[in-house]
């Protein structure tokens, strides 16, 4: 299949000679002008990664990057930055881009980064026992369908709550990653401020007796004594 790339950029001319050399050597392409549609597309359209320009209207460049990883994903991204400003690059790699690329680029260097990047991830991947296929994410017996918002165990559906169902989602798209549970609060629950975090234990307890073959000793979603949850394929 062929590997989808999300180009967002607002010079038309840009996004032209890019999708056109893309196209060209195999990748699938789609685009937005500016950062909100960009935000947009890649949580609708699975990219396989994503080349982000770092000037661009609604939204720049690094509020995208920003959002998409404290969503969780995982899609690997290349900024574009329009100068060779030192302070642009720390900021994006903190930010958590996985590379950048400075204007005017060479299109041979590009690709070759594309490529490295997409082999690395997807290498990543595979180390974590958890893969991502289109819309479904598959761990063992699990099977996390994001498109019918349905977790299915050895094939079978299992009846969870819709936020048992956005925890579950949340913690997979991000495997090996120890999320604490004041994040948890704040990314599935949406709560600015900090509740009660009991909340956060309460639901992963009732998550483990659904998913789980034995509760008190999971698989999946493991505790980090002291730090918080983490997702894996123990
Ligand atoms: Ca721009």
Redesign the pocket.
């Known amino acids: 299949m062929s590997k989808k790339l999300l180009i967002v ?3 038309k001319s ?1 996004i032209d000679i890019l999708s056109f050399n893309l196209k060209r050597e195999g990748y699938e392409t789609i685009e937005a002008m500016d950062g909100e549609t960009g935000l947009e597309l890649a949580r609708s359209d699975n990219p396989d990664l994503i080349l982000l ?5 609604k939204l720049d ?1 690094f509020e995208v990057c920003r959002k998409l990883r404290q969503e969780g994903a995982t899609t690997p991204v290349i900024m ?1 930055t ?1 100068r060779e400003e030192e302070s642009d690059k720390i900021l994006g790699l903190e930010i958590g881009a996985d590379d950048y690329i400075t204007k005017p680029f060479s299109m041979r260097e590009l690709l070759a980064r594309i490529k490295a990047n997409i082999r690395r991830s997807k290498m990543e991947e595979s180390a974590s026992g958890t893969s991502r296929e289109g819309d479904q994410i598959v761990a063992g017996d699990l099977r996390i369908d994001l498109g019918r918002l349905e977790v299915f165990k050895s094939g079978k559906p299992v009846d969870l709550t819709q936020r048992e169902f956005e925890l579950i989602k949340f913690l997979a798209s991000a495997p090996n990653k120890v999320f604490s549970r004041e994040e948890l609060m704040e990314k599935v629950w949406n709560y600015d401020y900090y509740g009660d975090i009991r909340t956060v234990d309460v639901t992963i307890r009732r998550l483990r007796e659904k998913i789980e073959d034995d509760p008190a000793n999971p698989r999946y979603i493991i505790t980090r004594r002291g730090a918080g949850y983490m997702f894996t394929e123990a």
């Open positions: 950029e607002d010079e840009i320009d770092v000037m661009l209207p460049g574009l329009a």
